[in-house]
Nanobody
Framework: QVQLVESGGGLVQAGGSLTLSCAAS????????MGWYRQGPGKQREFVAS???????NYADSVKGRFTTSRDNAKNMVYLQMNSLKLEDTAVYYC?????????????WGQGTQVTVSS
């Protein structure tokens, strides 16, 4: 199995920036897709961004142009750079790793890291 640990969350004012990190360990299979999902208060968990082991990225429309995901395969790390943060970005952010073609529910999840955007 793969273990994922997110870090980097915190409290930030609207318009500010945060960078989240996800450290993977264990039996890291390839190819894979590592993704970021978030769950805000009273909301369903939603897709934010993803990056394949070949570095192909995908973003939710709500974060395009503001968030950037990247990975360092040698270090087994994935990052989410979040700029121009908005109040609606407040959520617990989760890292996921899965095989291409499968839903994230068939992958592994981290414990989540809280991002709170204030006015």
């Amino acid at each position: 199995q793969v273990q994922l640990v997110e870090s980097g969350g915190g409290l930030v004012q609207a318009g500010g920036s945060l960078t989240l990190s996800c450290a993977a360990s264990g039996s890291i299979f390839r190819p894979n897709v590592m993704g970021w999902y978030r769950q805000g208060p009273g909301k369903q968990r939603e897709f934010v961004a993803s990056i394949t082991s070949g570095s192909t990225t995908n973003y939710a429309d709500s974060v395009k142009g503001r968030f950037t995901t990247s990975r360092d395969n040698a270090k087994n790390m994935v990052y989410l750079q979040m700029n121009s943060l908005k109040l609606e970005d407040t959520a617990v952010y989760y890292c996921n790793i899965k095989k291409i073609g499968l839903g994230p529910q068939f992958g592994s999840w981290g414990q989540g890291t809280q991002v709170t955007v204030s006015s």
